[in-house]
């Protein structure tokens, strides 16, 4: 019998559909809440790449007249890990060809209001009185601004229940013009800064956090970082007045997914035991990247959106002084077309030395977290990060900045930490090109002495970062919504 009924609505889900760490979380926090007798079903929009990899399914409900909405229908299925799904089928919002938030050219969809005032609208009508099915949730728990306006939706709802929202990143709020509050069918009295309105917009993720009876953030330190100025972004005010009503949860990993003994991604498998594998890993990614078979120059990896939150720009810069070193560097991401083109350039006039491949590949972000021998992440800021995770678990020290969910999950290399053996990365301050480049040699330093790195790959690899710590930390707070 499960002890919480639980509706998460996202609006990424892995592996059906995926463009950042939401996907993975909501990928896997429901199947780790599951496991701790919580009863979660996701509801996340029926985008082509969601409807073409559906199972076993039947309709369950239809929404012929929700006003300013176009008809749409739920479809239940149950996903390859045991997670019940409801999808939100609206073909005239999600069915096209394109990311879920963009178009093939990268811009966001014009309709995206209506597209996610949708998706809060269907989350809300589940979370009260009117919802036509049996399966009735006790919280609904949403993320990101694309759910921001179910809380909302059911301020005016008869019978709604308790909604949690989770911020997996406050850059992206949803803003837009007000009149979209009319249009989506908003009660009128929420355009207030007692609601909704933000700076003179309609914001769904001020809604999200202004209605929300609990927020939780993906780590601790970006819990306290989004109540300061810097990053805080125009929400700052609010979420120190909410203080007490904030809690900050590390992401976990999928570690079956994120597996060096099994993954199927993977040119070899290997175990901190059984390390010479990695070294088959190194090979075959110089190899497939047109890097010079060298095993011996320590090889640099990235996987990431190219955009300035991630800070790589500092990174493309130092690229020259970093070859000095020697280093290799393989670049995998996609964003910003400067960078794109930045990264471009550097592969094309270093050969051999330099690597980038311009778009998302799951499988290549593997053998990269596998075949580098550290991994770069100098995020100006990170709400949790994955990347740190699945490198420490693949024996790729990460090299990070101190920020956010990086500070939360990396402990920086030195005298004290290496002999606690608590050592698992290289973490910076001060976000500049000289305190980035100075970090880097540090780690290709210690990669000279093969005694010190070994025993700092050994500790990344011991680490537990699996999701059940943190789902018994989202699950307290829902009893403690529920006043349990
Ligand atoms: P964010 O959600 O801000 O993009 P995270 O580190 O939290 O950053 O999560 C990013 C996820 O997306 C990770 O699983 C990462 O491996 C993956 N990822 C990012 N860019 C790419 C890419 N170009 N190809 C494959 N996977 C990628």
Known sequence: MAEIKVLFVTSEIAPLIKTGGLADVSGALPVALRSIDVDVRVLVPGYPQVMAQLGPNEVVATFAELPGFPPSRLIFSIMKSGVPLLVLDCPSLYQRAGGPYSDPDGHDWVDNPLRFGLLSKIAAVLSCDESPLSWHPEIVHCNDWQTGLTGAYLSVSPGAVPNVITIHNLAFQGNYRPHKVQLLHLPPDSYDMNGLELYGNMSFLKAGLYYAYH???????????????????????????????????????????????????????????????????????????????????????????????????????????????????????????????????????????????????????????????????????????????????????????????????????????????????????????????????????????????????????????????????YRAVYYKVLGR
């Open 215 to 473: 927020i939780t953030t993906v780590s601790p330190n970006y819990a306290r970082e989004i109540q300061g100025d810097e990053l805080g972004f125009g929400l700052q005010g609010l979420l120190q007045g909410r203080s007490s009503d904030i809690t900050g949860i590390l992401n976990g990993i999928d570690t079956e997914e994120w597996n060096s003994e099994s993954d199927k991604h993977l040119p070899a498998h290997y175990s901190s035991a059984r390390i010479s594998g990695k070294a088959a890993n190194k090979l075959a990614l110089q190899t497939r990247m047109g890097l010079n078979q060298d095993a011996d120059v320590p090889l640099l990896g990235v996987v990431s959106r190219l955009t300035h939150q991630k800070g790589l720009d500092l990174l493309l810069e130092i690229v020259p002084r970093l070859l000095e070193l020697p280093v290799q560097l393989v670049i995998l991401g996609s964003g910003e077309p400067a960078m794109q083109k930045n990264a471009r350039y550097l592969a094309h006039h270093y050969p051999g030395r330099v690597a980038a491949m311009i778009g998302f590949d799951e499988s290549l972000s593997h053998q990269i977290e596998a075949g580098s021998d550290m991994f770069i992440m100098p995020s100006r800021f990170e709400p949790c990060g994955l990347n740190q995770f699945y490198s420490q678990r693949y024996g790729t020290p990460p090299v990070v900045h101190n920020t956010g969910g990086l500070a939360d999950s990396v402990v920086d290399c030195n005298a004290d930490t290496l002999k606690d053996g608590t050592a698992s990365g290289f973490v910076f301050s001060g976000m500049s090109t000289d305190n980035l480049y100075d970090t880097i040699k540090r780690a290709v330093d210690l990669y000279h002495d093969p005694r010190k790195w070994k025993a700092l790959r050994k500790n990344c690899m011991s680490k537990d970062f699996t999701w059940e710590t943190s789902a018994k930390a």
